[in-house]
């Protein structure tokens, strides 16, 4: 361990202390209205650097994901620019484990035992509520704003639930940016309607805004949302992207190798066998970087392969760096390296060919795709793009060909651009 790590540990440690402690002291005790203020108040401190500078009036409450964050990043600087009364509100992901840990009740936390035992926790999930919408009037009141949204990271988060009746009681309302709208394939939408209705599950807040047509569809057919909660916006983050596909196609020598997902998702080993297939070959190690989805991802990943570099954080600051090819599979990683028009890998061999119609991309995508249908294949395509081969001319782009193009938009979003100014256009008659 660094010297700072060694430092800035201990110090980490007592900073959270001092915000955890009194959160569990006033809950025990059942110190709820101190409790409201205490929480209003650490919000506004947590949000100063944000709100210090902003010319503010509304507000938007937004509760940071785990991954997929710069789609809030993507509203904010929109905002700065074109909405400057509008200022967004974080509760940090940290924030946001330590009130639901302390508050929920352990067997409610999973999403599924969530809503099959709501019922049963009941006057807690009110005295929950009770307590927050003190914090948000207690917030209101130090920075003299309105807070007349929140927006929520999935329909099904079933740690956010109690926001939506707090919301209800001050008059706004609740909407949810839903992050889950890739559904990539009629196997994926199977299971995925499957689950929902396993469940029974129904979105309990105002609105769901959704990437994509296909998305909207499905969340209806499954009872997830109704029709009138449903509205198609496009992803925030999208709109950089479409605009990297304008930049220089220069290009720097190194492979990135995005996340693949959970292996529920794709059923296969398939991302250990690419992972150790680019770790055994020193060469391809050298020059490739992992993309993980969180941090803890990318440390675990470079412990078991000491020999590859792994980072994580949003897929466009390592499109910005224009790498030869991106490598991918079933993943929305894929179409936002086909957005910036950067070659994509897909490799198709083993256990996924039995998934059939459960593929993103693959070879029925090959005129926007490479793929690779062995080890060997795999790592002889990437040694060729590492000695300088030019792929651009062997492959179309959503910019020229309306087919892929309207591929991308019905399985991902729209490329027009606009999809922060339709989220705004959206919400501006709630703020």
Same mark, same amino acid.
């Given at each position: 361990?660094?010297?700072?790590?060694?430092?800035?540990?201990?110090?980490?440690?007592?900073?959270?202390?001092?915000?955890?402690?009194?959160?569990?002291?006033?809950?025990?005790?059942?110190?709820?209205?101190?409790?409201?203020?205490?929480?209003?108040?650490?919000?506004?401190?947590?949000?100063?650097?944000?709100?210090?500078?902003?010319?503010?009036?509304?507000?938007?409450?937004?509760?940071?994901?785990?991954?997929?964050?710069?789609?809030?990043?993507?509203?904010?600087?929109?905002?700065?620019?074109?909405?400057?009364?509008?200022?967004?509100?974080?509760?940090?992901?940290?924030?946001?484990?330590?009130?639901?840990?302390?508050?929920?009740?352990?067997?409610?936390?999973?999403?599924?035992?969530?809503?099959?035992?709501?019922?049963?926790?009941?006057?807690?999930?009110?005295?929950?509520?009770?307590? @927050?919408?003190?914090?948000? =009037?207690?917030? /209101?009141?130090?920075?003299?704003? #309105?807070?007349?949204?929140? +927006?929520?990271?999935? !329909?099904?988060?079933?740690?956010?639930?109690?926001?939506?009746?707090?919301?209800?009681?001050?008059?706004?309302?609740?909407?949810?940016?839903?992050?889950?709208?890739?559904?990539?394939?009629?196997?994926?939408?199977?299971?995925?309607?499957?689950?929902?209705?396993?469940?029974?599950?129904?979105?309990?807040?105002?609105?769901? @805004?959704?990437?994509?047509? =296909?998305?909207? /569809?499905?969340?209806?057919?499954? #009872?997830?949302?109704?029709? +009138?909660?449903?509205? !198609?916006?496009?992803?925030?983050?999208?709109?950089?992207?479409?605009?990297?596909?304008?930049?220089?196609?220069?290009?720097?020598?190194?492979?990135?190798?995005?996340?693949?997902?959970?292996?529920?998702?794709?059923?296969?080993?398939?991302?250990?066998?690419?992972?150790?297939?680019?770790?055994?070959?020193?060469?391809?190690?050298?020059?490739?970087?992992?993309?993980?989805?969180?941090?803890?991802?990318?440390?675990?990943?470079?412990?078991?392969?000491?020999?590859?570099?792994?980072?994580?954080?949003?897929?466009?600051?390592?499109?910005?760096?224009?790498?030869?090819?991106?490598?991918?599979?079933?993943?929305?990683?894929?179409?936002?390296?086909?957005?910036?028009?950067?070659?994509?890998?897909?490799?198709?061999?083993?256990?996924?060919?039995?998934?059939?119609?459960?593929?993103?991309?693959?070879?029925?995508?090959?005129?926007?795709?490479?793929?690779?249908?062995?080890?060997?294949?795999?790592?002889?395509?990437?040694?060729?793009?590492?000695?300088?081969?030019?792929?651009?001319?062997?492959?179309?782009?959503?910019?020229?060909?309306?087919?892929?193009?309207?591929?991308?938009?019905?399985?991902?979003?729209?490329?027009?651009?606009?999809?922060?100014?339709?989220?705004?256009?959206?919400?501006?008659?709630?703020?």
């Amino acid at each position: 361990m660094s010297l700072l790590l060694f430092i800035r540990h201990p110090i980490l440690r007592l900073k959270r202390g001092f915000t955890k402690y009194p959160l569990i002291i006033f809950w025990r005790m059942r110190f709820d209205s101190l409790l409201a203020k205490y929480i209003g108040a650490t919000l506004f401190l947590r949000n100063y650097a944000r709100l210090r500078n902003s010319r503010r009036k509304s507000a938007i409450l937004v509760v940071e994901r785990n991954i997929f964050n710069d789609d809030i990043e993507a509203l904010e600087a929109y905002a700065r620019k074109n909405k400057p009364e509008v200022v967004f509100i974080h509760i940090d992901s940290y924030y946001r484990r330590t009130i639901e840990n302390l508050m929920l009740p352990q067997e409610i936390r999973a999403q599924r035992n969530f809503y099959a035992k709501l019922p049963l926790y009941r006057k807690e999930v009110e005295r929950i509520s009770k307590i @927050l919408y003190g914090s948000l =009037r207690c917030l /209101e009141m130090i920075l003299r704003i #309105n807070i007349a949204v929140f +927006l929520s990271g999935n !329909v099904n988060y079933a740690q956010e639930y109690q926001w939506i009746p707090v919301m209800r009681r001050k008059g706004g309302v609740s909407i949810a940016l839903n992050k889950e709208s890739v559904i990539y394939s009629p196997h994926h939408e199977r299971n995925f309607i499957q689950r929902h209705q396993e469940c029974n599950f129904r979105y309990d807040g105002d609105f769901a @805004l959704l990437y994509n047509e =296909r998305a909207k /569809e499905v969340y209806i057919k499954s #009872n997830a949302i109704t029709p +009138l909660q449903a509205l !198609v916006t496009g992803c925030p983050r999208v709109d950089r992207l479409v605009l990297l596909a304008k930049a220089s196609k220069t290009h720097s020598n190194f492979i990135l190798l995005a996340s693949f997902g959970r292996p529920n998702k794709g059923g296969t080993g398939l991302y250990q066998e690419v992972v150790e297939t680019i770790a055994g070959n020193p060469y391809l190690a050298e020059k490739t970087l992992v993309k993980c989805k969180t941090p803890t991802e990318a440390k675990k990943l470079m412990m078991q392969f000491p020999m590859l570099k792994a980072a994580s954080g949003p897929m466009e600051q390592y499109l910005k760096m224009r790498p030869a090819v991106v490598v991918g599979f079933n993943s929305s990683t894929c179409l936002d390296a086909l957005i910036a028009e950067i070659p994509l890998l897909v490799p198709v061999w083993g256990d996924i060919l039995n998934l059939k119609d459960g593929l993103l991309l693959g070879g029925h995508t090959s005129s926007m795709n490479f793929t690779a249908s062995s080890k060997e294949d795999f790592t002889t395509f990437l040694k060729n793009v590492l000695s300088g081969g030019n792929l651009f001319s062997n492959k179309k782009s959503w910019t020229s060909d309306p087919a892929i193009k309207n591929f991308i938009e019905y399985t991902y979003s729209p490329l027009d651009g606009k999809n922060c100014e339709r989220f705004f256009k959206f919400v501006e008659k709630f703020i």
